[in-house]
């Protein structure tokens, strides 16, 4: 079956330290991933994909994901986080089983991040 | 702000009541999915369109729920004789095609809470 874990539901880390978002998936086939951000009463917005390519992906506000095609992992990462970056964070991958061919997303359960100052 | 507009963005209803909700995607979008949010899980896939054509249904869509996307725009999600598990966030995204690599650009959501 197709799924996405996010390890842990809640990160925390001081202002001007390095960030890390941990995601790992199950999918067959090669995997399309994305890493998405909700902050309070605001949508869901996309900050970064992968397709094919490098395994170093970079995306919006400073932030990169690394794929790990042997750990089946895409981690979310920030070299210095910012207190604006708390916020909740969700990575997904294309449904590609039979049944959706790619149309839907599916998303972890999300991990709270939380930057002290 | 992502383009995609929801309304409203809350409802309150008692228990057996219809509601319907409203989508209106970014306009050169013509992809329309719905997920439904609940509390402390990620958004799971409901349904999508393809311009005005309702394409793939998840399990999760009971048949109290319909949706509809008239003339390939805006989008209505409507839940008949709505129960307290019917309470959750429903959001709505939309793609301009249906590429794997394309990004879904969704709206704020609609909480519904059913009492």
């Known amino acids: 079956a197709q799924s996405v874990a996010q390890p842990e539901d809640q990160v925390n880390v001081a202002e001007g330290n390095p960030l890390t978002v941990k995601c790992t998936y199950s999918?067959?086939?090669?995997?399309?991933l994305f890493w998405y951000v909700q902050y309070p009463n605001r949508g869901l917005q996309f900050l970064l994909k992968y397709i094919t390519g490098d395994n170093l992906v970079k995306g919006s506000y400073g932030f990169e994901a690394e794929f790990n095609k042997s750990q089946t992992s895409f981690h979310l990462k920030k070299p210095s986080a910012l207190v604006s970056d708390s916020a909740l964070y969700f990575c997904?991958?294309?449904?590609?089983?039979?049944?959706?061919?790619?149309?839907?997303?599916?998303f972890g359960k999300g991990t709270t991040l939380s930057v002290s100052s | 702000d992502t383009g995609v507009s929801q309304n409203p963005r809350h409802k309150i209803t008692k228990r057996g009541q219809n509601v319907t909700f409203r989508c209106d995607p970014i306009?050169?979008?013509?992809?329309l999915y719905w997920y439904r949010q609940t509390l402390g899980q990620g958004p799971e896939f409901l349904t999508y369109?393809?311009?005005?054509?309702?394409?793939?249904k998840s399990r999760l869509l009971s048949d109290r729920f319909s949706a509809e996307r008239p003339k390939g725009s805006f989008s209505t999600l409507e839940i008949q004789r709505t129960e307290q598990g019917d309470s959750a966030m429903y959001l709505c995204?939309?793609?301009?095609?249906?590429?794997?690599?394309?990004?879904?650009?969704f709206g704020q959501g609609t909480r519904l809470t059913v009492v």
């Open positions: 999918v067959s086939g090669n995997p399309y």
């Open positions: 995204a939309s793609t301009r095609g249906g590429g794997l690599n394309t990004e879904a650009f």
């Open positions: 306009s050169e979008h013509n992809r």
């Open positions: 997904a991958v294309r449904d590609m089983s039979a049944n959706q061919a790619g149309t839907a997303l599916i």
């Open positions: 369109f393809q311009n005005e054509a309702q394409l793939e």
